[in-house]
Nanobody, 131 residues
Framework: QVQLVESGGGLVQAGGSLRLSCAAS?????????????MAWFRQAPGKEREFVAV????????RYTDSVKGRFTISRDNPKNTGYLQMNSLKADDTAVYYC???????????????????WGQGTQVTVSS
């Protein structure tokens, strides 16, 4: 079917960097399928609701970010590799959360920042920033 697998999380000191990856696989993404879908990253801290972090268009030419990560995080994708990325620089303790990648196969190009529009989700990868 469809599988999204995140990697790259870990423990880092404040001010450090991490690069998260999201590998997509399955019949839905074979033969250029991944390149037609909007992809996003969300995160969820303990005791908090899942929140939007960043989204990227299918072609990769349009991106959106939540205000708290603008200038520090960069979302990107490599469609031939069916992989998305989230480069996180200047990390802060408030960035500590489980990070999830998600794919929307029905958006018709709309870059949603709301979780309910995304059909497929990875299992999440923990990012812990020590202050």
């Amino acid at each position: 079917q469809v599988q999204l697998v995140e990697s790259g999380g870990g423990l880092v000191q404040a001010g450090g960097s991490l690069r998260l990856s999201c590998a997509a696989s399955g019949r839905r993404f074979s033969t250029n399928g991944f390149s037609t879908n909007v992809m996003a990253w969300f995160r969820q801290a303990p005791g908090k609701e899942r929140e939007f972090v960043a989204v990227i268009s299918a072609s990769g030419d349009i991106t959106r970010y939540t205000d708290s990560v603008k200038g520090r995080f960069t979302i990107s994708r490599d469609n031939p590799k069916n992989t998305g990325y989230l480069q996180m620089n200047s990390l802060k303790a408030d960035d500590t959360a489980v990070y999830y990648c998600a794919v929307d196969t029905n958006s018709a190009g709309i870059l949603y920042n709301t979780a309910r529009f995304y059909e497929y989700w990875g299992q999440g990868t923990q990012v812990t920033v020590s202050s």
